[in-house]
């Protein structure tokens, strides 16, 4: 795989595409049919890009194809790897890409709150799938930025353009949680898949040597990234990736404290706890009572 080039500034990505310097340095809106496919480049920028995209510009994140033919959402951080493809026969590029420099919200609100947003961080098939309306919604509030981008700039283009930046990526916030409860088959799969491999990884008795299961592992082993797994549970639990992991360990100690005669200490180290304080003081965190007035309770 050839090394990524890095691309630090809006003005040397118009550069490379062959375009005329965008209007304005920190921020530039493309339409798909301008761009030219870069078969074998990956690069990696230095600014956030944020794109609706349908049957448009073959592009691969990680390992993964983007998807074009059902038409999404994406939304990419600094210093994330884009690789160009070929394009395919009838190939006919819709939607666009806005590119934003970090510079550009400097001493505004957005600076700090655009690394809030966890979808930055989201692999390719956890894009946001956007219906008509939705769609509508996030074409006229570009619109409005083009506009901004095209006129005069002056002291008020930059007030102007975050505060559409910042509406865009509210109602992204909104539909991103509106997609985890309706695209529920796809989720909850996931949640069943969550299940199945945690009730795995504690039932088969090694946790002293693997330690408890780390969210990087458990959504690896889901094929999804850690913040679209703790956005997701979040939504549809409440609990955090950590919290939901902790609250099936403590499901398996009751198992084990309510059906077994092992002592409390016997069952922290099959638990993975090293030390049968630490499992103690857990155990009473999630359920206010200790581990032997648990089991106290069922005699």
Not at 58 to 78: R, T, W
Not at 240 to 255: F, M, N, P
Request: hydrophobic share 35%; aromatic share 12%; charged share 20%.
């Amino acid at each position: 795989m050839n090394t990524p080039i890095r691309i630090s500034s809006i003005s040397q990505a118009h550069k490379m595409q062959g375009f005329a310097p965008p209007p304005h340095p920190l921020i530039s809106i493309i339409e798909c049919g301008q761009l030219k496919a870069s078969p074998g480049i990956s690069v990696i920028l230095d600014f956030y890009m944020i794109s609706i995209k349908r049957n448009c510009n073959n592009l691969v994140y990680g390992q993964q194809k983007y998807d074009f033919d059902e038409g999404f959402m994406a939304f990419v951080g600094p210093n994330q790897v884009l690789s160009g493809q070929e394009h395919e026969p009838g190939y006919e590029p819709k939607g666009w890409m806005l590119f934003v420099h970090p510079d550009f919200f400097w001493g505004t609100p957005l600076a700090r709150k655009i690394k809030q947003y966890e979808f930055f961080n989201y692999s390719v098939n956890e894009a946001l799938f956007l219906s008509e309306k939705e769609e509508k919604i996030m074409n006229e509030l570009v619109a409005n930025i083009i506009q901004e981008c095209n006129g005069n700039i002056d002291k008020f283009t930059q007030g102007i353009i975050v505060s559409h930046l910042d509406a865009l990526l509210n109602y992204s916030d909104r539909f991103y949680q509106r997609q985890f409860i309706t695209r529920q088959i796809t989720n909850h799969a996931i949640l069943e898949r969550l299940d199945d491999l945690l009730n795995d990884y504690f039932d088969k008795g090694d946790l002293i040597n693997k330690g408890l299961p780390t969210v990087e592992l458990i959504a690896a082993s889901l094929n999804v990234s850690p913040s679209y797994l703790r956005s997701l549970l979040k939504t549809l639990t409440g609990y955090s990736t950590q919290q939901y992991i902790h609250e099936k360990l403590i499901d398996k100690a009751k198992e084990r404290l309510s059906t077994t005669s092992l002592t409390v200490s016997e069952i922290a180290y099959e638990l993975g706890f090293e030390h049968p304080q630490s499992f103690s003081k857990l155990f009473k965190t999630k359920t206010n009572v200790s581990p032997l007035e648990f089991r106290a309770s069922f005699n």
